[in-house]
C-alpha cells in the first residue's frame, strides 16, 4: 500500500472527518458488536469502511479509492490510538 501525500491541514483533516462520521456514519456503526472496530473515511468523498483490523479497512479502501485522503475513527471511543505511558497503577 503506497502513502499518500496530505492534500490538507490537520485541523481539515479533523474537522471533515469528524463531521463526516458524526453525521452518515455513526448512526449506522454505534452498536455493542461493532465497538472497537476502525472506520476508515475518505474525507473527500465520504466513503468509509469499517473492520476490526485497521490495516484490513485501510486495504479494502485502498483497492476502492487509490488516492483517498483517510481519517480513522474507532467505534466507540474518542480516539483510535492512545499515546503516552501506561499507568498499571503498581507502586515500585
Known amino acids: ?18 463531521e463526516i462520521y458524526n453525521r452518515d456514519i455513526r448512526p449506522l456503526v454505534e ?8 472506520v476508515l473515511i475518505d474525507i473527500e ?8 483490523d485497521e490495516m484490513t479497512a485501510a486495504q479494502k479502501l ?3 479509492l ?3 485522503q483517510v481519517w ?3 467505534v466507540g471511543y474518542p480516539s483510535a490510538r ?3 505511558a501506561w499507568r498499571s497503577g503498581r507502586v515500585a
Do not use: C, I
Not at 468523498?45 to 476490526?52: K, V
Open 31 to 38: 452498536t455493542a458488536e461493532n465497538k472497537g472496530k476502525f
Open 82 to 84: 492512545k499515546f503516552g
Open 66 to 68: 487509490p488516492d483517498s
Open 72 to 74: 480513522m475513527v474507532r
Open 1 to 18: 500500500m503506497k502513502t499518500n501525500q496530505p492534500r490538507y491541514p490537520k485541523e481539515e483533516f479533523a474537522r471533515r472527518g469528524d
Open 45 to 52: 468523498t465520504g466513503a468509509w469502511e469499517m473492520d476490526a
Open 62 to 64: 485502498d483497492a476502492r
